[in-house]
């Protein structure tokens, strides 16, 4: 990938990251609780994504984007643990909520993850534009 299309897949990666974010606020708006976690793990998931390959960091799995994010990123001190833990933590809710039979997450569980969430991206954000400067 030249430099202009790794721009670009950044950019659209982060831009998914927002995007999935309003996603889930609008899926919590109407009750759907399950599709929000969904929805707020994809938007980390997105915003990770697009950090690894901002830095050329090459992976094929969600298990392998968190491993490498953890290594890069969390381990370092790049970013604040925090973001690691809620990374994990999604995947897990997610794959709870889209494969469990007959488990419901609700407001109470799931609003205080919004916070966390645009934290997090945010914060991946911060660190592309800084190093784009």
Do not use: C
């Amino acid at each position: 990938m030249n430099t202009d299309d790794k721009l670009e897949y950044v950019k659209y990666r982060i831009d998914s990251a927002f995007n999935a974010y309003e996603a889930a606020k609008v899926l919590a708006e109407n009750g759907f609780w399950n599709s929000a976690v969904n929805r707020l793990y994809y938007a980390v998931f997105y915003a990770v994504n697009a950090l690894l390959v901002q830095n050329e960091i090459h992976v094929n799995s969600h298990s392998g984007t968190r491993s490498q994010f953890s290594i890069h990123y969390i381990k370092t001190g790049k970013l604040d643990k925090k973001f690691g833990k809620l990374l994990t933590e999604l995947y897990d809710w997610r794959q709870k909520g889209d494969y469990e039979n007959i488990f419901d997450y609700n407001a109470e569980s799931v609003e205080p993850l919004f916070s966390q969430v645009i934290e997090m991206i945010n914060a991946i954000d911060g660190e592309i534009k800084t190093k784009n400067e």
